[in-house]
């Protein structure tokens, strides 16, 4: 499994950005994906994830109305929507994956097996 995050960069305090999780995965059949986040200092908290196929979308209250995550089978690549950004969303944003979670787990970062290298998000004016 590789997951790779592209789409983090330097945005102003009520601004929108699109990351990118593109997935090389052998099935995903029973995998699950998520965003997680690590501000400086802070310890890696849980953003919003889902099964592949079915299941509910999970957000963390911090991203709920403001964050979005959709799916584009066809390229394999997960997408995370942020809107009305603030400094407090400044953070390295990490992609994760595991198999066979259970709904209850989708925000658990110890739950899952593998990461991408994460992709840098900085909102500042």
């Known amino acids: 499994v590789q997951l790779v995050e592209s789409g983090g960069g330097l945005v102003q305090p009520g601004g929108s950005l699109r990351l990118s999780c593109a997935a090389s995965v052998s099935s995903f059949n029973s995998f699950a994906m998520a965003w997680f986040r690590q501000a400086p200092g802070k310890e890696r908290e849980f953003v919003a994830g889902s099964r592949w196929t079915g299941g509910a979308i999970r957000y963390a209250d911090s991203a709920k109305g403001r964050f979005t995550i959709s799916k584009d089978r066809a390229k394999n690549t997960m997408y995370l929507d942020m809107n009305s950004l603030n400094a407090e969303d400044t953070a390295d944003y990490y992609c994760?994956?595991?198999?066979?979670?259970?709904?209850?787990?989708?925000?658990?970062?110890?739950?899952?097996?593998?990461w991408g290298r994460g992709t840098q998000v900085t909102v500042s004016s």
């Open positions: 994760a994956g595991a198999y066979n979670l259970r709904q209850p787990d989708i925000s658990e970062g110890g739950r899952y097996n593998y």
